[in-house]
């Protein structure tokens, strides 16, 4: 880990700039942050990094403060070294420490040096782990021994996949190979062997639901009598997500009124910080009006027959509509939804020219409606969407810009996770749908495009991936059978 300092221009002023300091990390990652002095530029020493004496400015003042700064530094990378120079766990909790920001990656790597704190306590009855017992075949392989005991020997059903322990394995040998690049000077500690006798875990096909299976999920209705049964919550969560272009499971917890912008939902994506901006239509806005009823009547009020501007064929053919009902002009797309279900089923008559007429008006009522909902969402107070998360407890997040989460919200954000996904479990387990979980949704929802023949760069921008490389490799995860229709088409193109 190195410090330094350097110089930022200022917006506005060519000829003065922000002192900055930055703490750059052996993983190549650098953290950023202004000490909020502005100098002009020419008095910076930029070999020294400190303030050139002069009489424009109080330099003795500022350098005081970056030789605190860089003091500081030294002395806590310093304690780091020496109480780390014989225990293996003591080096691994303090790199955590030091070179992690995200506390959710902390607490995952936590996790795992926790396990090999247990194994050396339970198994080796020592406290300390000496950076010597590393390279011992015998250390590596009586801990994934441990491990493999701890995660699969009380399981009646196939055991699981080796994912848990060779990823244990490969965290720890990453610590090992950074202590060997902090320690140049020492005999490096060989870990050629960790992953011996692990077979790197097969790479399953993901569990997705096919559109048969959506429609299953979409007639679910709990008969579950007695207290509440949130898995009705659960199943429009679900389909709130897999309507939102495969929302991950973090935005949706942390989806905020404010999120609603002129019929899209704009927000920073929790995983990666990349800016998102996702169509809000018809069906996403219908399943949300079952936690928001009386918005989503608003929203359908709001946008009548006879607001819409219409061709003059399509006036020629709606005019022929005889409603005693409801007057046509007062139409919502409620009850041309109901007319055409009436079309469809009669049998005596030649629908087909005004069918084609109503699918056209309807789908534009259903976008405004849409954009109402989105709109009457967007006025409401800034809070949580969803009530898995108390807002208050993280007021800190701005809208639309990336935070660090501290411990506290991390954890909170598991335990609404896991309450979400255990109700999702108790759903899959009542129609026959194995597996079922919040991430299925996004699945489903890039499997479904596909089956639509949407192309790659489509599918990563839906989902919001850093690159294309990201979504092509996710695409091969998924079953071979989507391309049967393309196959079909060109067989159809000749006869044998």
């Known amino acids: 880990m190195k410090l330094y300092f350097y110089l930022r221009p200022t917006k506005g002023n060519s000829k003065v700039s922000t002192i900055y300091k930055c703490l750059e990390f052996s993983r190549g990652v650098t953290e950023r942050s202004s000490l909020r002095i502005k100098i002009p530029n020419k008095l910076w020493d930029k070999r020294a990094e400190r303030?050139?004496?002069?009489?424009?400015?109080n330099f003795q003042s500022i350098n005081f403060i970056l030789n605190?700064?860089?003091?500081?530094?030294?002395?806590?990378?310093?304690?780091?070294?020496?109480?780390?120079?014989?225990?293996?766990?003591?080096?691994?909790?303090s790199h955590i420490e030091s070179e992690y920001q995200n506390e959710e990656t902390k607490k995952k790597y936590t996790t795992i040096i926790n396990s090999l704190k247990?194994?050396?306590?339970?198994?080796?009855?020592?406290?300390?782990?000496?950076?010597?017992?590393?390279?011992?075949?015998?250390?590596?392989?009586?801990?994934k021994k441990w491990v493999f005991i701890r995660q699969y020997n009380n399981r009646d059903t196939t055991p699981k996949k080796t994912?848990?322990?060779?990823?244990?394995?490969?965290?720890?040998?990453?610590?090992?190979?950074?202590?060997?690049?902090?320690?140049?000077?020492?005999?490096?500690?060989?870990?050629?062997?960790?992953?011996?006798?692990?077979?790197?875990?097969?790479?399953?096909?993901?569990?997705?639901?096919?559109?048969?299976?959506?429609?299953?999920?979409?007639?679910?209705?709990?008969?579950?009598?007695?207290?509440?049964?949130?898995?009705?919550?659960?199943?429009?969560?679900?389909?709130?997500?897999?309507?939102?272009?495969?929302?991950?499971?973090?935005?949706?917890?942390?989806?905020?009124?404010?999120?609603?912008?002129?019929?899209?939902?704009?927000?920073?994506?929790?995983?990666?910080?990349?800016?998102?901006?996702?169509?809000?239509?018809?069906?996403?806005?219908?399943?949300?009006g079952y936690f928001y009823p009386q918005e989503f009547e608003e929203a359908i009020t709001r946008n009548k027959f006879i607001d819409l501007k219409l061709t003059t064929k399509e006036v020629e053919e709606l005019s022929k509509i005889d409603s005693s009902y409801v007057p046509l002009t007062d139409f919502t797309v409620l009850d041309l939804k109901k007319f055409k279900q009436f079309l469809s089923e009669d049998k005596l008559n030649d629908n087909t020219r005004m069918l084609k007429i109503l699918d056209g008006v309807i789908e534009r009522l259903e976008s405004n409606v849409a954009n109402s909902m989105c709109e009457i969402m967007s006025s409401k107070n800034e809070g949580f969407v969803f009530d898995y998360l108390n807002y208050e407890d993280f007021k800190n997040i701005q809208i639309r810009h990336k935070t660090t989460f501290t411990k506290e919200q991390v954890n909170k954000l598991h335990r609404a996770r896991t309450k979400y996904n255990g109700r999702l479990k108790r759903i899959g387990k009542r129609i026959g749908i194995e597996k079922l979980s919040s991430h299925v949704s996004r699945h489903s929802f890039s499997y479904s495009m596909i089956l639509q023949q949407a192309r790659p760069d489509q599918i990563s921008i839906s989902l919001v991936h850093a690159n294309q490389s990201i979504t092509e490799a996710y695409i091969k995860r998924f079953p071979d059978h989507?391309?049967?229709?393309?196959?079909?088409?060109?067989?159809?193109?000749?006869k044998v």
């Not at 806590?76 to 225990?87: A, F, G, P």
């Not at 247990?118 to 075949?137: A, M, V, W």
């Not at 049967?484 to 067989?491: G, L, N, S, Y």
């Open 51 to 57: 303030v050139k004496e002069s009489n424009e400015i």
């Open 68 to 93: 605190q700064l860089e003091a500081e530094f030294l002395s806590s990378n310093k304690q780091m070294t020496k109480s780390d120079k014989n225990c293996f766990l003591e080096y691994a909790y």
């Open 118 to 143: 247990k194994y050396c306590g339970e198994i080796l009855n020592i406290n300390t782990l000496p950076f010597s017992e590393l390279s011992k075949i015998s250390f590596i392989e009586g801990y």
């Open 163 to 288: 994912k848990t322990a060779f990823n244990y394995v490969i965290v720890i040998q990453k610590f090992i190979k950074e202590y060997n690049a902090h320690n140049p000077e020492k005999t490096p500690i060989t870990t050629i062997h960790y992953t011996n006798g692990i077979k790197k875990f097969e790479v399953e096909e993901p569990t997705m639901l096919l559109p048969e299976d959506i429609n299953k999920l979409i007639s679910y209705q709990s008969n579950s009598t007695g207290k509440r049964d949130f898995t009705n919550d659960a199943k429009h969560q679900f389909l709130f997500q897999f309507f939102t272009s495969g929302m991950r499971v973090s935005d949706l917890l942390l989806l905020n009124f404010k999120h609603f912008v002129k019929g899209r939902i704009v927000f920073n994506v929790k995983k990666s910080g990349r800016n998102a901006s996702i169509l809000f239509d018809y069906n996403s806005a219908k399943v949300l």
């Open 482 to 494: 989507h391309s049967d229709a393309p196959i079909k088409r060109v067989h159809s193109m000749y």
